[in-house]
């Protein structure tokens, strides 16, 4: 069966090949099957992760039952393909949400795992996979295997940020954390350059839960707003009614996101959040954590050619020369990005083998694809962040060298071995299974 089943980049967009997961389960007799297949959540994955050409992708949505949720815990159990908005709308009226949530509330349980991903509180929280306490993976042998901190230890470090590579996750249990409110109390600090910001954001972090920048791009100075925030009091757990109030109904048949209209943006967007500096504001859960949800399709503002997203994390030390240096190598190119954010993470370990965050600061960028010039660009923002000893977010990538990644996960062999021999994806065939002719080999040890 062929399916529209893009990443959400849009670069590469074609009908894809797709297996039903319970004729997917069918075909698993020892892992001799000629036909490679990556697990599909709900395609918010930005690059190629989440694409296996050649291959069948198993779309997981059909699977999105919640099985428990033990309100004296919060430990909540459901089937891999339910979304974290349909998480949040079953355990918020219990007074529960997300320990650790992305910039959008319609990525699946699976995907959220494979991925490991992380949120606006890394510093307090971690990422998603510090509060996976256990799941259930299906393997190409026909086996599940109950995978757990305890138990098969090996698979469930394997699996936290292994891209969907190790298997198919059935189900998962996740830790939710009690909250006082969905709201977020949040308060707004405007800061003139990054040296001003790189000042403030360690006591902003040690001071709150949450905590954000966006930093205006397109400006010489580097500047923008510092976000904080912490959960209301006030026992309002009310979830939204419609995830979205607006649409991008058709492509549009160019990029709208160019230099005009963001300089535009970026300037009545920084003076309407200056406005408010110093005010305590109360911001819904959606407003404050999902902004980009509340327009449909918003992706297709950047036109038929897609965008490409750039993260990286660069290590404390190196953070103050190499992060401007990268937001001026993209004005030097002339290429205007339409969310540029910038965090730090914190120590917290990941207890998956391979996982993006590191202590750093985080700088994302996404770009409109114009083709030769921003993959030129890429490279650029590529090689500064390996030269400050940081890496590039790989399920965010379309485009990275194998050396790049690399540089930046040298751990990838180990993942290598534990990956299931019928489950690969476009991403690892282009840099993982490229960095070595015997890693193949190395998968069946």
């Keep these: ?216 791009q397109l400006a010489p100075t580097n500047r923008g707003v510092l976000l904080t925030g912490n959960h209301a009091q006030n026992g309002n757990f009310q979830t939204a009614k419609s995830a979205t109030r607006l649409t991008v109904p058709f492509e549009m048949p160019f990029s709208m996101l160019n230099g005009l209209s963001l300089k535009a943006f970026n300037f009545a967007y920084f003076h309407a959040k200056a406005r408010k500096s110093g005010q305590k504001t109360l911001s819904t859960y959606g407003s404050f954590f999902y902004p980009l949800d509340a327009v449909g399709n918003w992706n297709r503002l950047y036109g038929p050619k897609g965008l490409y997203q750039h993260q990286s994390v660069i290590p404390f030390a190196s953070a103050r020369k190499a992060i401007p240096q990268m937001l001026e190598a993209s004005r030097k190119a002339g290429q205007a990005s339409f969310l540029t954010v910038l965090k730090r993470f914190g120590a917290a370990a990941s207890p998956g083998l391979f996982s993006f965050p590191r202590p750093g600061y985080t700088l994302t960028m996404d770009f409109s694809n114009r083709g030769a010039s921003t993959l030129k660009l890429l490279e650029t923002l590529d090689a500064l962040t390996v030269e400050a000893g940081g890496r590039v977010n790989p399920y965010k990538d379309q485009r990275m060298s194998a050396a790049t990644f690399a540089a930046g996960f040298p751990e990838w062999a180990e993942l290598e071995r534990y990956r299931d021999p019928r489950f690969s994806s476009d991403f690892w065939r282009r840099t993982a299974l490229s960095l070595s002719a015997n890693a193949p080999a190395l998968a069946a040890e």
């Design 1 to 216: 069966m062929a399916a529209n089943l893009d990443s959400f980049g849009r670069i590469d967009r074609h009908s894809r090949r797709s297996l039903a997961p319970d004729l997917a389960m069918e075909s698993f007799d020892g892992g001799s099957g000629e036909l490679s297949l990556l697990a599909f959540g709900n395609g918010k994955s930005y690059g190629d992760s989440c694409h296996n050409e050649g291959g069948a992708l198993v779309p997981m949505r059909s699977r999105r039952t919640i099985l428990h949720l033990d309100i004296s815990s919060g430990v909540l159990k459901a089937e891999a393909g339910i979304t974290l908005e349909e998480i949040i709308a079953h355990a918020a009226p219990h007074g529960f949400f997300l320990p650790v949530t992305p910039g959008t509330r319609f990525v699946t349980l699976g995907g959220a795992i494979a991925n490991d991903v992380h949120g606006k509180n890394h510093h307090v929280r971690g990422t998603f996979g510090c509060h996976v306490t256990g799941f259930e993976l299906l393997r190409s042998d026909g086996r599940r295997y109950a995978c757990s901190p305890n138990e098969n230890a090996e698979l469930f470090a394997a699996t936290i940020g292994g891209m969907g590579l190790t298997g198919i996750v059935l189900s998962a249990s996740i830790k939710l954390m009690r909250v006082g409110s969905l709201d977020v109390e949040e308060e707004i600090t405007p800061f003139a350059d990054l040296d001003e910001y790189f000042g403030l954001a360690e006591a902003a972090d040690a001071a709150n839960e949450y905590a954000v920048a966006w930093v205006d």
